[in-house]
């Protein structure tokens, strides 16, 4: 199974912060990759997908980069509807892994 | 506008059972991989299981295979997750979530609400 690894698993930050978050792959996924934002209580939500593609309808400062084993998710700059708990999950091979989820406090 | 709309979920004691659905609308059912997605109070997400568009195929995580069995009904566009000898650690809400096609195979653009499933004396 490919093991997915996100950092760091919690920060603070501001409104206007630029935030970057990280995910590694056990092995190379190629561009398999996709990054989920979670608020309580409700579904996630698909942010990006094939590491770089940004989903229909996500504001234009969500932004991922990477290929191979590592990824980066950035937000430009924050605002208070991002607070929120963020996954990657790699859907290059079964079973489907999710990293386990970096959560973005108000500083 | 696409809907997934999961059932069924409620308290159940060890070593007993529970079927959930999930009810697709908003889009051609019978083309989509399906799958349900798990998530144990305040932890994060697990993928359980997917099934092909025509159910021939199915894949399961490793701590749910022989327990947890995925279907389809095509002809009423729904997904369901039969639960057998449920353990504690299947304490989480579930979620349906429907799979990309093509080049954006097993990533989940669309989810349900979830339903909870409580396993407990």
């Known amino acids: 199974d490919i093991q997915m690894t996100q950092s760091p698993s919690s920060l603070s930050a501001s409104v206007g912060d630029r935030l970057t978050i990280t995910c590694r792959a056990s092995q190379t996924i190629s561009n398999y990759l996709n990054w989920y934002q979670q608020k309580p209580g409700k579904a996630p939500k698909l942010l990006i997908y094939a590491a770089s593609s940004l989903q229909t309808g996500v504001p234009s400062s969500f932004s991922g980069s990477g290929s191979g084993t590592d990824f980066t998710l950035t937000i430009s700059s924050l605002q208070p509807e991002d607070f929120a708990t963020y996954y990657c999950q790699q859907s290059y091979s079964t079973p489907r892994t999710f990293g386990q989820g970096t959560t973005v406090e108000i500083k | 506008e696409v809907q997934l709309v999961e059932s069924g979920g409620g308290l159940v004691q060890p070593g007993g059972s529970l079927r959930l659905s999930c009810a697709a609308s908003?889009?051609?059912?019978?083309?989509?991989?399906m799958s349900w997605v798990r998530q144990a109070p305040g932890k994060g997400l697990e993928w359980v299981a997917n099934i092909k568009q025509d159910g021939s195929e199915k894949n399961y995580v490793d701590s749910v295979k022989g327990r947890l069995t995925i279907s389809r009904d095509n002809a009423k566009n729904s997904l369901y997750l039969q639960m057998n000898s449920l353990r504690a650690e299947d304490t989480a809400v579930y979620y349906c979530?429907?799979?990309?096609?093509?080049?954006?195979?097993?990533?989940?653009?669309?989810w349900g609400q979830g339903t909870l499933v409580t396993v407990s004396p």
């Open positions: 908003g889009f051609t059912f019978r083309i989509y991989w």
């Open positions: 979530a429907r799979e990309g096609l093509g080049a954006v195979a097993g990533t989940f653009g669309h």
